[in-house]
């Protein structure tokens, strides 16, 4: 029989995926692939309903239905303070999943370094190899996952093409503070690297934490690319939504690869959220206080545990040191949680490059009713 790629042989399927399979199997509490479980706001179900029953279930353009790239251009400018024009800074992707995989195969060349802070969400490991490049990690230190900045350098000094920074971060829940990034943005500028970063949680910041965009630090506009998508924000991961955000130099060049890696998201879709691009500024500050409120319970829960945890500044997750419990391997540990406590989580170790098994990863991107259920099962755990 002919082999396949050995590229494929180097990487799993997805844990995270696999966690959502392994609670349906279990009838657990799925806290771990990071989906919610409430629909999004009336107005976009009300565009997508009108949508079946228009015009656009035909190709879009390429790089995205002009009046997705429009409301775009005026959202990214309003809260970034950057000009973006529709037609030369923007490309619309199946997901931020897809921007970032063409993110990487636009800035770099088989065999070239990727820098990338570990934890890290577990896709960008798959895009490096999958894209033939080399991860080098600079590392994230708990509790607060700071980072060492002599270590940082090591990682830019090293040679390579962009470096990946997630921001509010998965899994840890960080938000970098200018500070940090005006020292990413100084390292950036001295080694002549792309900056690739994974904004998808920008909306979802917890007082008196605050998202600071890097493409709007001095000097850092030509040199950062922005992956986002509207899945997190609007409560449809499904419809695969995303974008790309980027110098003109880089967007020519990236709508090559968009188009021969998917040719484009789907039409209907890309007009329906129009709807949702339209919301006041006051749909954003809601959504973060709904996701505080999430927050607050099901930390109240872990409180109860005498766990210790991460406490998460933003996007939708929980570091969970899981040590006290004497397990030598953390899938083993989400396994008999998913079937003996009823809550399914996402193995820790799947977010580091060395071996790391003392954590798990919750998410609270829930209904109320939902965190409630699942904490009372997790008070099961209190040591």
């Given at each position: 029989m002919p082999t396949t790629s050995r590229r494929t042989a180097v990487f799993t399927e997805s844990l995270i995926r696999e966690m959502t399979r392994v609670a349906a199997q279990h009838g657990a509490i799925n806290l771990s692939q990071g989906f919610p479980d409430f629909n999004p706001p009336q107005v976009i179900l009300d565009a997508a309903k009108a949508e079946m029953d228009g015009d656009h279930h035909q190709y879009a353009i390429t790089w995205g239905a002009q009046p997705l790239r429009q409301a775009l251009a005026a959202k990214l400018s309003r809260f970034t303070g950057l000009p973006c024009d529709l037609e030369r800074n923007l490309v619309v992707t199946c997901g931020a999943?897809?921007?970032?995989?063409?993110?990487?195969?636009?800035?770099?060349?088989?065999?070239?370094?990727?820098?990338?802070?570990?934890?890290?969400?577990?896709?960008?490991?798959?895009d490096a190899v999958l894209s033939g490049v080399q991860p080098v990690f600079a590392k994230l230190n708990p509790p607060d996952y700071s980072f060492d900045v002599a270590d940082l350098r090591r990682v830019f000094a090293s040679g390579i093409k962009a470096f990946i920074l997630c921001n509010p971060s998965n899994p840890t829940g960080k938000v970098f503070t200018r500070s940090e990034l005006e020292q990413i943005a100084t390292l950036a500028q001295e080694f002549d690297v792309w900056i690739i970063t994974d904004e998808v949680y920008e909306h979802i910041v917890f007082a008196p934490h605050h998202h600071e965009y890097m493409s709007a630090l001095p000097g850092m506009a030509e040199r950062t690319i922005m992956c986002s998508s509207l899945s997190k924000t609007f409560a449809i991961t499904g419809w695969r939504l995303g974008y790309l955000y980027a110098p003109p130099a880089f967007i020519d060049q990236a709508r090559k690869v968009h188009d021969f890696l998917t040719v484009g998201a789907a039409a209907p879709l890309q007009h329906a959220i129009v709807a949702g691009l339209k919301l006041p500024d006051t749909y954003y500050a809601g959504l973060a206080a709904e996701y505080g409120e999430r927050r607050t319970i099901l930390?109240?829960?872990?409180?109860?545990?005498?766990?210790?945890?991460?406490?998460?500044?933003?996007?939708?997750?929980?570091?969970?040191?899981?040590?006290?419990f004497g397990y030598a391997n953390d899938i083993d540990f989400a396994r008999w949680m998913t079937r003996e406590i009823g809550v399914a989580p996402v193995p820790g170790s799947v977010f580091f490059h060395t071996p790391e098994h003392r954590y798990i990863r919750l998410n609270f991107a829930k209904k109320h009713v939902t965190l409630h259920a699942a904490g009372e099962r997790l008070l099961k755990l209190k040591r």
């Open positions: 999943t897809e921007a970032m995989m063409a993110a990487v195969m636009t800035v770099a060349d088989v065999g070239d370094k990727i820098g990338l802070f570990s934890p890290f969400y577990e896709n960008y490991s798959a930390l109240s829960y872990l409180d109860q545990t005498g766990l210790r945890y991460s406490q998460p500044a933003g996007a939708y997750f929980v570091m969970l040191d899981i040590s006290p």
